[in-house]
């Protein structure tokens, strides 16, 4: 009877420990209608979050978003997962990559490969209900946008479209000593043995200072030669932008999409609110 007791008693103190060790361990902090959002899970990083945790509101509304997909039956299926997995490592350049190598890799972020494609899932079923609530709610029509342009202008800012050479000094002073009298123009003009770098449009408040004068010119002109160290810089202004109004036509895609995504927004903070005001999200800490 004395062994019954003892072994009994030895069962509660083990319980009870392994009980008192799971409450330091872990925590419930929320419960969202019926499921638990646990302290550890604050702690994980999250694919959707660049690798950052959530806070408990961001665990909230993902959850909130899952038990929606769930409700709709908008979840994807193993091999959507699957699909979507191998995608992401072949835009990333990783799919020679073996699960176990990929596996070591996710291993740095904080992730296991179990784990990388649960979220994975899980983040693909709340696009599925973002997708959704949005796809005929964002339709922005011509006329928003041309409304969006007339009352938002934008200008280009100038800008010059350069290019540049070096010529050794040696042969730089040969050649002007042929022609002293000739200005630069005359004497590298028409070079086709210079071999020019194109450097596209460069803003004129992010001009080197050294290439300042290129405002001066004409297109096509070259600038007067700059002095390094055992060579000479020739700059050329192939190009230039003046201030102008953009085009509808410039920005039409830009308006539209900005619309769209502001537009976007509101609609997933307003489905939040709504599975939040439907819920039932007891906090417990």
């Known amino acids: 009877m004395n062994h019954v007791r003892l072994t009994a008693l030895a069962l509660c103190c083990v319980t009870t420990v392994a009980q008192a060790e799971r409450i330091i361990v872990d925590q419930i902090v929320a419960r969202i209608n019926g499921s638990n959002i646990l302290q550890s899970d604050l702690k994980i990083p999250r694919i959707i979050n660049e690798g950052n945790t959530f806070s408990l509101d961001e665990a909230i509304n993902d959850e909130l978003l899952y038990q929606h997909a769930v409700t709709m039956k908008m979840l994807p299926t193993t091999t959507d ?77 100038e800008a010059y479209h350069i290019a540049t050479t070096t010529i050794a000094e040696d042969d730089y002073t040969t050649k002007k000593a042929t022609q002293p009298d000739a200005s630069t123009q005359d004497l590298f003009g028409t070079d086709q043995k210079l071999t020019w770098e194109d450097h596209g449009s460069i803003e004129t408040a992010d001009l080197n200072d050294d290439y300042l004068d290129v405002q001066k010119l004409g297109i096509g002109q070259i600038m007067e030669p700059l002095h390094k160290e055992n060579s000479y810089e020739l700059v050329k202004l192939v190009g230039k932008q003046e201030v102008r109004l953009k085009t509808l036509a410039e920005r039409y895609n830009h308006i539209e999409r900005a619309i769209q995504n502001k537009r976007k927004d509101k609609i997933i903070k307003e489905l939040e609110q709504n599975l939040r005001a439907k819920a039932t999200i007891t906090h417990l800490l």
């Open 81 to 157: 997962v699957d699909r979507q997995f191998v995608a992401f490592k072949v835009n990333n350049g990783l799919h020679e990559l073996s699960d176990e190598e990929f596996e070591m890799q996710l291993k740095d972020s904080g992730f296991t490969l179990d784990t990388y494609k649960q979220q994975l899932g899980k983040l693909m079923a709340n696009e599925n209900v973002k997708r959704a609530e949005i796809s005929e709610k964002i339709i922005v029509s011509s006329q928003e946008v041309e409304s969006y342009y007339n009352e938002h202008p934008e200008y280009t800012k």
